[in-house]
């Protein structure tokens, strides 16, 4: 698992992104199924239902077609209230199940913009990953393929802090190199290491660096030295 830690990882995210995403979809293809084959007319605000945190639902009367008087208690509870006691609202209602409305306004957009919302966070990071680690993967073929090697010095072997899988973080490999010609130091941290290097590295060291030609900040520090995790 932890070797596939970032696969997992936005895995996870896209999957819970995906849920949202088809949850508010269908909020919204409900509530526009509504009122493409409902009766539009006008409710009344004649009370609220108040929650434990003080905010408020409306309860709407309206009269159908047939003349049938009609009460909805909406779950969107807001703070202030969206609407006035004796306030007008627009609804639309279906013929064969009256009960089944939506009105206009906040009680109409807010579940599927809070689910779409949750969908462009969580699908954000977690196919905005997948894109990360698939340019990621072409980086390092180019680099494998056009780049030139370089080969630095280890300079540090450090927890990377940042990540942290079962309350345990990833080890990075730093190193740098001395470019003669253009007389600057580069420093390169190589990917997630899921166990302690510093026993696989001698005093001497030197690891492999793979950098464009022109441009030593894209580079792929190679570390197929180590051996593979046992578990």
């Known amino acids: ?20 995403g088809v949850v508010a979809y269908y909020a919204w293809d409900a509530d526009q199924y509504i009122r493409r084959n409902g009766v539009e007319t006008t409710g009344t605000v004649v009370s609220f239902n108040r929650n434990s945190k003080g905010s ?3 309860v709407i009367s309206y009269t159908t077609q047939s003349g049938e008087t009609l009460t909805y208690y909406s779950s969107t509870y807001s703070s202030p209230s969206a609407y006035d006691a004796g306030e007008e609202v627009k609804l639309w209602y279906l013929p064969n199940e009256p009960q089944e409305l939506v009105l206009a306004g906040i009680d109409s957009w807010l579940l599927p913009a809070i689910f779409g919302g949750f969908f462009v966070i969580f699908g954000g990071i977690g196919y905005g990953g997948f894109i990360w680690l698939w340019r990621r993967k072409r980086r390092t073929d180019w680099l494998n393929a056009n780049g030139q090697s370089i080969f630095t010095d280890v300079v540090d072997v450090r927890y990377n802090t940042s990540i942290a899988v079962g309350g345990k973080s990833p ?14 130091v580069y420093t390169y941290e190589s990917s997630s290491i ?11 060291q030197k690891i492999k660096v793979r950098v464009s030609p022109t441009d030593y900040n894209v580079y792929d520090v190679d570390t197929s030295f180590l051996p593979q995790m046992g578990n």
């Open 171 to 184: 080890w990075i490999i730093v190193s740098q190199y001395f470019d003669p010609n253009s007389q600057k």
């Open 56 to 58: 408020s639902a409306p």
């Open 1 to 20: 698992m932890k070797n596939n830690f970032w696969v997992l990882f936005f895995g996870i995210f896209a999957v819970i992104g995906t849920v949202f």
């Open 194 to 204: 899921w166990f302690n290097p510093t026993p696989f590295l001698s005093r001497e």
